[in-house]
C-alpha cells in the first residue's frame, strides 16, 4: 500500500521540482490538464508587458526589425526543434494545429500526385482527434481528385489498412483520449515500405515524450505549443517538413510571409526555400512572443528527465486509483506498457462527465472527453507526486458519497 508520506519522499527526491516554482498556479488547485492547456509560467507576464509596451508601443512599425518580429516564428521554431527531435532550421511556429496540417496534408498530396498518382487513400484513426479528420474531409472535397479517408478503430489494424493505394498516413502519436503511444519509427517504417507519407500529429507528444522525428525518418510533423509547451491560450501551433521533402512542392497558403522576397512586392508567388514556405501571413505577435517563455523552461532540463518522472506520475496515479477506487466500476484506458503511454491517464466511468464536475468543484482540475473518459494530464515540469496522491483521494470521496449524482454537475457546459 502506497502513502501520503511515500508521495511526499517523491517529492523530495524529485530533481525536477524546482521548476515548479517558474509556474503561476493558484492555490487549492490541483492542476491535471496542461494537456489542454498549460500553466503560465511566470515570465510571460513581464515578455508581455516588454512585448506590449515597449515592442508595440515604443517601438511601434520598427519592431519588425529591431524587436525581431519577423523571424520570430523560425527562432522560436529553432528553440523548439531539439524537443523534437529536429534540425535547426527545419520548425516553424505560426498559425494552429488546424492550418498546419491543411498545409502539410495538401504537401504530402502533391508529392504523391506527381509520384505515384494512383494513391488516392489518406489512412487514420477514428479515434484521431476530430479537428485532423474533419481538415482530411475539407481539404479533399476541395481537391476533388477523388480521395478517401480509410479509418481503422485500433492502432492494431494500422498496418494491414496501409496499401498500394494509400498516398499518406496521418497519426497522432499520442490519441488525445485513451494516450495510445505509437512506435514512431516503427509505423513509420510500415508507412514507408508501402510507398506512403506520414504525417504525425505531436498536439499530446511535444514537451511530454520524447519525439525523434528525423531519427524515425517521419516525413511531415505538426502540434500544439499551447498544451505541455505552456505557450498561452491559442499560442501558435508548430510545422516540421523533412528536409528532403520541404522543397519539393509549394504549401496552397502561399501568403507573403512565405514568399523568397516578401518585401519585392511582386506579382508572383515564389517560396522561401526551407520550412519558412510554411509561413503564411501576419502572425499574432503577442501572442507569439510568450511561446519563448515556456521554451525557456524546456532548456532547463531534458525529455529524458521529464519522461521518467513522467512514467513515475502516470504509474503512481494509475495504482493509486486502483488502491483507493476499486470497486467504482473505473476502467482504465490507457496502456500500461510504459512503450505505449503517453503522459495523461484516462478512466472510463458512466457518470464521468459529472464526476469530472465534481472534481473541478473541489478544486482537481481534469477534463471530460466524449463518450465516459476522464482524463488526467500529468506535466513533469510542474506536477507533484503529492497532488497524485491528493487528487486520488478527492476522486475516492466523490465516488464514495456519489456527489458526481447532484443537479449542478449534471450540466453540460459548452467547453468540456
Ligand atoms: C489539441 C489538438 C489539436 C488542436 O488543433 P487546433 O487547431 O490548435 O485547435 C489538433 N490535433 C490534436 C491531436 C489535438 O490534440
Given at each position: 500500500?502506497i502513502?501520503?508520506?511515500h508521495c511526499l519522499t517523491l517529492d523530495e527526491q524529485d530533481p525536477l521540482a524546482p521548476l515548479r516554482q517558474q509556474f503561476?498556479?493558484?492555490?487549492?488547485?490541483?492542476?491535471l490538464?496542461g494537456n489542454?492547456?498549460g500553466?503560465?509560467?511566470?515570465?510571460?507576464?513581464?515578455?508581455?508587458?516588454?512585448?506590449?509596451?515597449?515592442?508595440?508601443?515604443?517601438?511601434?512599425?520598427?519592431?519588425?526589425?529591431?524587436?525581431?518580429?519577423?523571424?520570430?516564428?523560425?527562432?522560436?521554431?529553432?528553440?523548439?526543434?531539439p524537443l523534437i527531435g529536429?534540425?535547426?532550421?527545419?520548425?516553424?511556429?505560426?498559425?494552429?494545429?488546424?492550418?498546419?496540417?491543411?498545409?502539410?496534408?495538401?504537401?504530402?498530396?502533391?508529392?504523391?500526385?506527381?509520384?505515384?498518382?494512383?494513391?488516392?487513400?489518406?489512412?487514420?484513426?477514428?479515434?484521431?482527434?476530430?479537428?485532423?479528420?474533419?481538415?482530411?474531409?475539407?481539404?479533399?472535397?476541395?481537391?476533388?481528385?477523388?480521395?478517401?479517408?480509410?479509418?481503422?478503430?485500433?492502432?492494431?489494424?494500422?498496418?494491414?489498412?496501409?496499401?498500394?493505394?494509400?498516398?499518406?498516413?496521418?497519426?497522432?502519436h499520442v490519441?488525445?483520449?485513451?494516450g495510445y503511444m505509437?512506435d514512431m519509427q516503427?509505423?513509420?517504417?510500415?508507412?514507408?515500405?508501402?510507398?506512403?507519407?506520414?504525417?504525425?500529429?505531436l498536439?499530446h507528444s511535444a514537451g511530454a515524450v520524447p519525439v525523434a522525428?528525423?531519427q524515425?525518418?517521419?516525413?511531415?510533423?505538426?502540434?500544439?505549443?499551447?498544451k505541455y509547451l505552456n505557450?498561452?491560450?491559442?499560442?501558435?501551433?508548430?510545422?516540421?517538413?523533412?528536409?528532403?521533402?520541404?522543397?519539393?512542392?509549394?504549401?496552397?497558403?502561399?501568403?507573403?510571409?512565405?514568399?523568397?522576397?516578401?518585401?519585392?512586392?511582386?506579382?508572383?508567388?515564389?517560396?522561401?526555400?526551407?520550412?519558412?514556405?510554411?509561413?503564411?501571413?501576419?502572425?499574432?505577435?503577442?501572442?507569439?512572443?510568450?511561446?519563448?517563455?515556456g521554451?525557456?523552461i524546456f532548456e532547463q532540463t531534458d525529455m529524458q528527465s521529464l519522461r521518467r518522472k513522467s512514467l513515475a506520475l502516470t504509474d503512481l496515479f494509475i495504482q493509486l486509483?486502483?488502491?483507493?477506487?476499486?470497486?467504482?466500476?473505473?476502467?482504465?484506458?490507457t496502456p500500461r506498457d510504459h512503450a505505449k503511454r503517453g503522459s495523461h491517464v484516462?478512466?472510463?466511468?458512466?457518470?464521468?462527465?459529472?464526476?469530472?464536475?465534481?472534481?473541478?468543484?473541489?478544486?482537481?482540475?481534469?477534463?471530460?472527453?466524449?463518450?465516459?473518459?476522464?482524463?488526467f494530464g500529468f506535466t513533469p515540469l510542474y506536477t507533484r507526486f503529492s497532488e497524485v496522491w491528493?487528487?486520488?483521494?478527492?476522486?475516492?470521496?466523490?465516488?464514495?458519497?456519489?456527489?458526481?449524482?447532484?443537479?449542478?454537475?449534471?450540466?453540460?457546459?459548452?467547453?468540456?
Amino acid at each position: 500500500m502506497i502513502n501520503k508520506n511515500h508521495c511526499l519522499t517523491l517529492d523530495e527526491q524529485d530533481p525536477l521540482a524546482p521548476l515548479r516554482q517558474q509556474f503561476a498556479l493558484p492555490e487549492g488547485v490541483i492542476y491535471l490538464d496542461g494537456n489542454s492547456l498549460g500553466a503560465r509560467p511566470l515570465a510571460s507576464l513581464e515578455r508581455a508587458r516588454q512585448v506590449i509596451e515597449q515592442e508595440w508601443g515604443d517601438g511601434l512599425i520598427r519592431s519588425w526589425n529591431s524587436a525581431g518580429w519577423r523571424d520570430l516564428p523560425l527562432r522560436l521554431g529553432d528553440r523548439l526543434a531539439p524537443l523534437i527531435g529536429a534540425g535547426a532550421g527545419e520548425v516553424v511556429i505560426t498559425d494552429t494545429t488546424s492550418i498546419n496540417l491543411f498545409k502539410v496534408l495538401s504537401a504530402a498530396l502533391q508529392v504523391q500526385a506527381e509520384r505515384a498518382p494512383q494513391r488516392r487513400v489518406i489512412v487514420s484513426e477514428s479515434s484521431n482527434f476530430p479537428t485532423d479528420l474533419y481538415i482530411v474531409e475539407g481539404l479533399t472535397q476541395l481537391l476533388q481528385r477523388g480521395y478517401s479517408l480509410r479509418l481503422v478503430d485500433s492502432p492494431e489494424q494500422i498496418p494491414a489498412a496501409i496499401d498500394q493505394d494509400t498516398a499518406v498516413v496521418l497519426l497522432t502519436h499520442v490519441n488525445y483520449k485513451t494516450g495510445y503511444m505509437h512506435d514512431m519509427q516503427a509505423v513509420t517504417g510500415l508507412i514507408h515500405e508501402a510507398g506512403a507519407l506520414s504525417i504525425w500529429d505531436l498536439a499530446h507528444s511535444a514537451g511530454a515524450v520524447p519525439v525523434a522525428l528525423t531519427q524515425s525518418g517521419a516525413d511531415y510533423a505538426i502540434g500544439c505549443t499551447y498544451k505541455y509547451l505552456n505557450g498561452g491560450p491559442g499560442s501558435q501551433a508548430f510545422a516540421w517538413v523533412a528536409p528532403t521533402l520541404c522543397d519539393l512542392v509549394t504549401q496552397p497558403l502561399s501568403g507573403w510571409f512565405g514568399h523568397a522576397r516578401q518585401f519585392d512586392m511582386a506579382t508572383h508567388y515564389e517560396p522561401s526555400s526551407g520550412i519558412a514556405r510554411y509561413l503564411c501571413g501576419t502572425q499574432p505577435i503577442t501572442s507569439l512572443a510568450m511561446v519563448e517563455c515556456g521554451l525557456e523552461i524546456f532548456e532547463q532540463t531534458d525529455m529524458q528527465s521529464l519522461r521518467r518522472k513522467s512514467l513515475a506520475l502516470t504509474d503512481l496515479f494509475i495504482q493509486l486509483v486502483e488502491q483507493r477506487c476499486a470497486g467504482h466500476d473505473l476502467k482504465l484506458v490507457t496502456p500500461r506498457d510504459h512503450a505505449k503511454r503517453g503522459s495523461h491517464v484516462s478512466f472510463e466511468h458512466p457518470e464521468g462527465y459529472a464526476v469530472i464536475q465534481a472534481l473541478i468543484a473541489r478544486g482537481v482540475i481534469g477534463d471530460y472527453r466524449e463518450p465516459r473518459i476522464m482524463r488526467f494530464g500529468f506535466t513533469p515540469l510542474y506536477t507533484r507526486f503529492s497532488e497524485v496522491w491528493d487528487a486520488v483521494q478527492i476522486l475516492g470521496e466523490i465516488l464514495d458519497q456519489k456527489t458526481w449524482a447532484q443537479a449542478q454537475f449534471q450540466v453540460r457546459h459548452s467547453v468540456t
